[in-house]
């Protein structure tokens, strides 16, 4: 099978955590895969040697996809190596746990910026190739937070709201040109960025979670590459993977 007709999919944030777990996940499955992250490229370097390693092509590259012309490079670079994108998961993303009142201004926009406007760069430029070629799926990870919000996480929980209203919007703009566009509602996962509690406190939380344990990266990829790989019709969707926490 020629490049330009193996499926390719640019996975966000994906030098640990869930967007590494989705980069292996869709490398075993055959597909194409590009990774970006912010900082971490050591780390990213070796989630794309694992992926060679397996003769699977992978790129890896550095960028701020909150930046539009960091991204308009990553996307001159998809189309150079690849000809096309068929999937879009936007994961890149960070955390602030602390009172509103605390938050500098500069730490509000970081936030929206990489949570929020990332996902705004990256599919405005993935659209124009997926309306083309009539088909394409966007996967937007995002939090529980951003449908019932969460105390000491204002900024986040507002940035991961509009992260939902985005899906459900941009869901209905594409429907009509075979592309559908979804969200995961992500519970607590066990990640890096859920690392800062302390024994305490995840034994609290994992109380309240009706499941009894803490969410996989590796279940949060099965459930991207469903999405990535299946049903044409379901589209719009926030969904909840949470253990039965919220």
């Known amino acids: 099978m020629s490049v330009q007709q193996k499926k390719t999919v640019l996975i966000t944030g994906a030098s640990r955590g869930i967007g590494k777990a989705a980069a292996l996940k869709f490398a075993r499955e055959g597909w194409q895969v590009v990774i970006t992250c912010l900082k971490n490229t050591d780390k990213l370097k070796e989630v794309q040697s694992e992926i060679l390693s397996a003769g699977v092509p992978c790129l890896a590259l550095t960028a701020d996809m909150g930046d539009m012309e960091d991204c308009r490079r990553i996307f001159d670079e998809i189309h150079r190596h ?102 995961i509602a992500c519970g607590a996962i066990d990640t890096e960025m859920n690392q800062w509690m302390e024994p305490e406190e995840k034994e609290a939380l994992l109380e309240e979670i009706p499941a009894g344990r803490m969410g996989q990266p590796s279940e949060v990829a099965d459930l991207i590459f469903q999405l990535a790989d299946g049903n044409s019709y379901l589209t719009g969707q926030i969904i909840a993977l949470d253990g039965g926490w919220i």
């Open 82 to 183: 690849f000809g096309h994108l068929d999937a879009l998961v936007n994961n890149a993303g960070i955390s602030y746990i602390g009172l509103l009142q605390d938050m500098s201004l500069e730490e509000w926009n970081q936030m929206l910026r990489t949570d929020l406007t990332s996902v705004f760069c990256c599919c405005k430029l993935a659209i124009p190739d997926m309306v083309h070629r009539r088909q394409g799926k966007i996967i937007n990870i995002s939090s529980v937070w951003g449908v019932c919000g969460a105390s000491c996480e204002a900024a986040y929980s507002a940035a991961k709201g509009g992260v939902n209203s985005f899906t459900r919007a941009l869901a209905k703009e594409l429907g009509p040109s075979n592309i559908q566009v979804n969200a």
